[in-house]
């Protein structure tokens, strides 16, 4: 038991306390939470709130020089300033959507990727192969380095009706709680934290806050919101499900299939802006949708960002 606690995540014997269910992969990083004994569910955001730790999903920290042009072409959203969040589609070159994490611009050189659906390994994978790609016999991103950022800062999700009065009793003036779309540094109660407000239409009732907590203190902050009474643990199987509600790309994302929605059901999404200089932009015009299994990465980019 001792030897498999290191890829449980930090937070293994609180879950292990709550009787969770973890997931039996037997990939290198942290198993994730499946669910819990006697978990309230999807329902209980609509009056509480739920508490989920994210670990040993899609989990990335991508710094340095070019990470701003990494971004740009790897992500077909709107570009972030600093202090900036959102929801951003990773397309392939033929167009394919490889995923839609939550992207977090921390720094002028620091972006922060999160998906815990079933498409985040492919993502993982797909964000590597274009760390490598060449174009005209260099390499354009070799200055930036894309980690896993689980050893760092422990991803902890709050969401419901109840979670900004929740997490509001940790902040002090002149302190605030981010705005939709908005990621800042906190004190929680004198952890220092990197707090976004995740922005969409659907969660604008119930608001859903991203915690990356320090691993030192990613206990005392967990137990501490799970004193709430309102505050309910979760298991990565009701956060996607509260995905596949609230999201429109959810339940597109539900299963692991390569999918290629259109370029105009992408714009109706929000996913995509103006300016085609990302991967995929040019593989849009001349899709045709194939349930191709998504591990696979799909063709290089042609031609550059295009």
Same mark, same amino acid.
């Given at each position: 038991?001792?030897?498999?606690?290191?890829?449980?995540?930090?937070?293994?014997?609180?879950?292990?306390?709550?009787?969770?269910?973890?997931?039996?992969?037997?990939?290198?990083?942290?198993?994730?939470?499946?669910?819990?004994?006697?978990?309230?569910?999807?329902?209980?955001?609509?009056?509480?709130?739920?508490?989920a730790d994210l670990t040993g999903c899609a989990y990335l920290l991508a710094h340095g020089p070019s990470a701003p042009d990494f971004a740009r072409a790897a992500l077909a959203g709107r570009r972030l300033a600093v202090g900036e969040a959102d929801f951003e589609a990773a397309l392939t070159g033929d167009g394919s959507l490889v995923s839609v994490p939550l992207a977090a611009r921390c720094g002028d050189e620091e972006?922060?990727?999160?998906?815990?659906?079933?498409?985040?390994?492919?993502?993982?994978?797909?964000?590597?192969?274009?760390?490598?790609?060449?174009?005209?016999?260099?390499?354009?991103?070799?200055? /930036?380095? /894309?980690?896993?950022?689980?050893?760092?800062?422990?991803?902890?999700?709050?969401?419901?009706?109840?979670?900004?009065?929740?997490?509001?009793?940790y902040v002090r003036d002149p302190q605030a709680l981010p705005a939709p779309g908005h990621v800042t540094s906190l004190q929680l109660d004198r952890i220092a934290a990197l707090v976004t407000r995740l922005g969409a239409p659907a969660l604008d009732e119930v608001a859903c806050y991203l915690a990356l907590v320090p691993v030192a203190f990613?206990?005392?902050?967990?137990?501490?919101?799970?004193?709430?009474?309102?505050?309910?643990?979760?298991?990565?199987?009701?956060?996607?499900?509260?995905?596949?509600?609230?999201?429109?790309?959810?339940?597109?994302?539900?299963?692991?299939?390569r999918v290629s929605p259109s370029r105009r059901v992408l714009a109706s999404w929000g996913l995509?802006?103006?300016?085609d200089d990302f991967v995929g932009a040019r593989g849009l015009g001349a899709q045709t949708p194939v349930p191709v299994r998504a591990t696979d990465p799909g063709p290089r980019p042609e031609g550059g960002a295009s």
């Open positions: 038991m001792t030897s498999d606690k290191p890829r449980m995540g930090v937070l293994y014997d609180e879950h292990a306390l709550l009787h969770a269910r973890f997931s039996t992969s037997e990939e290198a990083g942290p198993r994730r939470v499946l669910s819990y004994d006697a978990e309230k569910g999807p329902a209980h955001a609509r009056e509480g709130a739920l508490l972006y922060v990727l999160l998906d815990p659906s079933p498409h985040g390994d492919v993502l993982d994978s797909w964000l590597g192969f274009l760390h490598g790609v060449e174009q005209d016999g260099f390499t354009p991103y070799a200055n /930036i380095t /894309i980690e896993d950022a689980t050893d760092m800062l422990v991803p902890l999700l709050l969401v419901g009706a109840a979670a900004r009065s929740v997490l509001a009793d990613a206990r005392t902050l967990w137990r501490s919101l799970l004193s709430f009474g309102e505050v309910a643990p979760a298991g990565l199987q009701t956060v996607c499900e509260l995905s596949r509600r609230a999201l429109p790309w959810g339940e597109l994302l539900s299963s692991p299939d995509l802006r103006d300016e």
